[in-house]
């Protein structure tokens, strides 16, 4: 009991952070070990296909999803402590919807970890979708409670993260928007021009390869773009342990 009373809010989003980066760091390796993969960037749901990485690929994507789940309640309940402070100009809706959609992409998550493309692909795929553009959604929805919440942190700065952590998550949804616009265009161009058999061992050799680099770059952007933003969310909770 003393052990989790002493458990700070800022770890959580370390923990999610850490989490998916030894996730796809893990299944990464073991693909290429395997030669289930070409080692220049494919992509990630390619490195978690086949045993023994879909296994852990599966098993440590619903972990990752519940942690993440735990992310988007702390989140809803903080803004909606600052909405019912009545500092806050902003509908109890946006939050409401937010954290909706962030328990979708929680699912998505577990969608995309037990559902691999080998074996059942357009369900793989509907989970993605609901991973990656629910994640643009929610960014959106959370830059605009952010600035929102301005006028929360004016009247109780010891909570604010500053402006320029607000601006900067501008920008990461900006560019994950971006990325996530790319990664939909370059694989389906890159898709049409492939001339070899597996997708999962996809050389300069064959067509459209140029386009593929393109779109696995791009879904490991979105990726990074996240952790980012995940970054900031623990700096965030930091703040608010170190003053509460």
Request: glycine content about 6%; overall charge neutral.
């Amino acid at each position: 009991m003393s052990s989790l009373q002493n458990f700070k809010l800022h770890y959580l989003p370390a923990i999610s952070c850490c989490w998916f980066i030894i996730t796809f760091a893990t299944t990464y390796f073991i693909a290429v070990f395997y030669k289930h993969v070409y080692p220049v960037l494919p992509y990630i749901s390619e490195t978690g296909a086949n045993p023994p990485e879909s296994c852990i690929f599966g098993q440590m994507l619903n972990i990752g999803a519940f942690l993440l789940s735990l992310n988007m309640y702390v989140r809803y309940r903080q803004v909606d402590f600052a909405i019912k402070s009545n500092n806050v100009r902003i509908s109890q809706k946006w939050n409401e919807i937010s954290v909706v959609i962030g328990y979708l992409i929680c699912l998505g998550i577990t969608v995309v970890g037990n559902f691999q493309q080998n074996t059942v692909l357009y369900i793989h795929l509907i989970g993605a979708l609901v991973t990656f553009g629910g994640t643009a959604i929610m960014f959106i929805l959370q830059t605009r409670i952010s600035f929102a919440l301005r006028s929360f942190y004016e009247k109780h700065p010891t909570y604010g993260v500053g402006e320029y952590i607000v601006y900067f998550r501008l920008i990461l949804t900006i560019c994950y928007i971006i990325f996530f616009i790319a990664l939909c265009i370059f694989s389906f161009v890159s898709v049409e021009e492939f001339t070899g058999i597996n997708y999962n061992w996809w050389t300069e050799e064959h067509g459209g390869y140029f386009w593929h680099v393109l779109s696995t770059s791009s879904e490991w952007f979105l990726v990074v773009t996240l952790v980012l933003h995940l970054i900031t969310v623990v700096l965030r909770y930091y703040l608010f342990n170190k003053f509460a």
